[in-house]
């Protein structure tokens, strides 16, 4: 797996994304704003710990990203519109998708 993740986030969150799932849909549906806190690194994007949904798997998907504008590192705060709902599958939690919505530099 291609996530920078010293804390061991991912496999110690997976399971309680799988129960935040249905909540996280009902608070964010699609066209939503969610704000957030970046918690894992990858090479495909960044994800994201929800206010509202802390348990939740939120993923700002490095194509929503603007072009030449770095990914965020741990730690920042972001804003996105929820942009899809990609449902979980075997031990694979469900993710929001986000896209950012400051499109600033």
Same mark, same amino acid.
């Given at each position: 797996?291609? /996530?920078?993740?010293?804390? $061991?986030?991912? #496999? /110690? &969150?997976?399971?309680? %994304?799988?129960?935040?799932? @249905?909540?996280?849909?009902? &608070?964010? @549906? =699609? $066209?939503?704003v969610?704000? *957030?806190?970046? /918690? %894992? #690194?990858? /090479?495909? *994007?960044v994800f994201a710990e929800l206010d509202e949904v802390p348990d939740a798997m939120a993923l700002f998907d490095i194509a929503t990203w603007p072009r030449g504008r770095p990914l965020p590192a741990i730690g920042t705060r972001l804003c996105g519109r929820v942009v *899809? +709902? &990609?449902p979980g599958h075997d031990d +694979? @939690? *469900?993710? =929001?998708r986000l896209a950012p919505l400051d499109q600033g530099p």
């Open positions: 797996m291609a /996530v920078i993740d010293p804390a $061991g986030w991912y #496999e /110690v &969150r997976k399971t309680a %994304a799988c129960t935040a799932w @249905p909540e996280a849909t009902e &608070r964010h @549906p =699609l $066209g939503s969610a704000n *957030g806190v970046v /918690v %894992a #690194e990858a /090479v495909f *994007g *899809g +709902h &990609r +694979h @939690p *469900g993710q =929001l």
